[in-house]
């Protein structure tokens, strides 16, 4: 079945201490986003890709930066994790940006817990 | 601009009775409504959608919504719901913002179901 895969589910990272979480597609689509989803709130879009063009939200933090190195894979870093960063980061991928009838597809999410 | 507003944060029901899950929305443009639902740990699945047509929409798991243009609302309903429907549910309006949609999220509300 094609899907959205993150890995890993669960990860613990210390105060500080890089981490990067991992997005990949089958679906073939040329939209990925990433999100931040605290504890009973609404995901918070960071930025998204459409292709190789990356676009940040104006509100995200600079600690925060993404690599796409081709259609399938696409990757979150947080370079120096603070306490605050500690939440559910989940993928997404769309067909096309343009089109406002696209379903955003979402993979089960990366819980990350800093120490 | 767009938003969308879940007026319950929490929503307690027994099992077997029927639950409505109420979103208004705030659009000046076309309205491409959405709802997820998302279950403990994990990312966020399509229940149903509007992009046009009919006004009542049906979706998985026995879901159905009703876009009702005149008080911009696109409410969530089952008539009989089970245990397994103990989720949160998070309803989202496409928007075009720039040169990319955009979902806008409301703030998410959890389904109890009690037995």
């Known amino acids: 079945d094609a899907m959205v895969i993150q890995n890993p589910r669960y990860q613990v990272t210390q105060f500080g201490k890089p981490v990067t979480l991992s997005c990949s597609q089958t679906?073939?689509?040329?939209?990925m986003y990433w999100y931040q989803q605290k504890s009973s709130q609404a995901p918070k879009l960071l930025f998204h890709?459409?292709?190789?063009?990356?676009?940040n939200e104006a509100d995200t933090p600079d600690n925060f930066q993404s690599r796409r190195p081709n259609t399938s894979f696409c990757f979150l870093d947080i370079r120096s994790p603070g306490l605050g960063d500690a939440a559910m980061y989940l993928c997404?991928?769309?067909?096309?940006?343009?089109?406002?009838?696209?379903?955003?597809?979402f993979g089960p999410g990366t819980r990350l817990t800093v120490l | 601009a767009q938003s969308v507003t879940q007026l319950d944060s929490q929503v307690p029901v027994f099992e077997e009775a029927p639950v409505e899950l109420r979103c208004n929305y705030s659009?000046?443009?076309?309205?491409?409504l959405f709802w997820y639902v998302q279950y403990p740990n994990q990312g966020l699945q399509l229940l149903l959608k509007?992009?046009?047509?009919?006004?009542l929409v049906k979706g998985i798991n026995g879901f159905e919504a009703e876009f009702n243009k005149s008080q911009t609302s696109f409410h969530l309903r089952k008539p009989s719901v089970h245990i397994s429907d103990t989720a949160e549910y998070f309803c989202?309006?496409?928007?075009?913002?720039?040169?990319?949609?955009?979902?806008?999220f409301g703030s998410g509300t959890k389904l109890n179901v009690k037995p």
């Open positions: 679906l073939n689509h040329n939209v």
């Open positions: 659009s000046s443009v076309s309205v491409y």
């Open positions: 997404a991928t769309s067909r096309a940006r343009l089109a406002g009838k696209d379903t955003q597809y």
């Open positions: 509007y992009l046009s047509g009919s006004t």
């Open positions: 890709y459409y292709d190789k063009d990356f676009n």
């Open positions: 989202a309006v496409s928007g075009r913002r720039g040169n990319f949609n955009k979902f806008y």
